[in-house]
C-alpha cells in the first residue's frame, strides 16, 4: 500500500516562499515518476510540476514555471517543490501523486497518476 504525506503547507505573505515535502513509502520510490498537482477553492484540481524517477527531467505549469521548483531525494524516498515569488493565486490545497505507469505521456494529466496524498494547504496573503 502506498502512502504519500505532505508536509510545509502554510501561511506566507505576497513574494515570500515556502517548501512542501512529500514523504512516500510502500512501492520503490526511486522508480516512479512524481508530481504536484493543487486545487483552489472552487477550481478543479491542476497540474504543478512533475519529476522523472531519476530527477534528471523536470516539467512545469506555465503560471509556476520561473517560481517554483521540483526535485527528488531517492534515499530519503521524498519529493520537493520549492515555491519561491508566491502570489495571492497560488493559494491552494496541494497535492503529492505517485506515477506507476511507464512512460511520460501525458504528464500534467492527474487521471495518469495512481496515488495521492491528503494534501497541504498553502494560503499566500496579498
Not at 514523504?23 to 477550481?43: L, N, V
Not at 526535485?71 to 519561491?84: A, E, F, G, I, P
Not at 511520460?104 to 496579498?126: F, H, K, M, P, R
Given at each position: 500500500?502506498?502512502?504519500?504525506?505532505?508536509?510545509?503547507?502554510?501561511?506566507?505573505?505576497?513574494?515570500?516562499?515556502?517548501?512542501?515535502?512529500?514523504?512516500?513509502?510502500?512501492?520503490?520510490?526511486?522508480?516512479?515518476?512524481?508530481?504536484?498537482?493543487?486545487?483552489?477553492?472552487?477550481?478543479?484540481?491542476?497540474?504543478?510540476?512533475?519529476?522523472?524517477?531519476?530527477?534528471?527531467?523536470?516539467?512545469?505549469?506555465d503560471s509556476?514555471?520561473?517560481?517554483?521548483?521540483?526535485?527528488?531525494?531517492?534515499?530519503?524516498?521524498?519529493?520537493?517543490?520549492?515555491?519561491?515569488?508566491?502570489?495571492?493565486?497560488?493559494?491552494?490545497?496541494?497535492?503529492?501523486?505517485?506515477?506507476?505507469?511507464p512512460g511520460?505521456?501525458?504528464?500534467?494529466?492527474?487521471?495518469?497518476?495512481?496515488?495521492?496524498?491528503?494534501?497541504?494547504?498553502?494560503?499566500?496573503?496579498?
Open positions: 500500500q502506498v502512502q504519500l504525506v505532505e508536509s510545509g503547507g502554510g501561511l506566507v505573505q505576497a513574494g515570500g516562499s515556502l517548501r512542501l515535502s512529500c514523504a512516500a513509502s510502500g512501492r520503490t520510490f526511486s522508480q516512479y515518476a512524481m508530481g504536484w498537482f493543487r486545487q483552489a477553492p472552487g477550481k478543479e484540481r491542476e497540474f504543478v510540476a512533475a519529476i522523472t524517477w531519476s530527477g534528471g527531467r523536470t516539467y512545469y505549469a509556476v514555471k520561473g517560481r517554483f521548483t521540483i526535485s527528488r531525494d531517492n534515499v530519503k524516498n521524498t519529493v520537493y517543490l520549492q515555491m519561491n515569488s508566491l502570489k495571492p493565486e497560488d493559494t491552494a490545497v496541494y497535492y503529492c501523486s505517485m506515477r506507476t505507469r511520460l505521456a501525458s504528464i500534467g494529466n492527474e487521471y495518469e497518476y495512481d496515488y495521492w496524498g491528503q494534501g497541504t494547504q498553502v494560503t499566500v496573503s496579498s
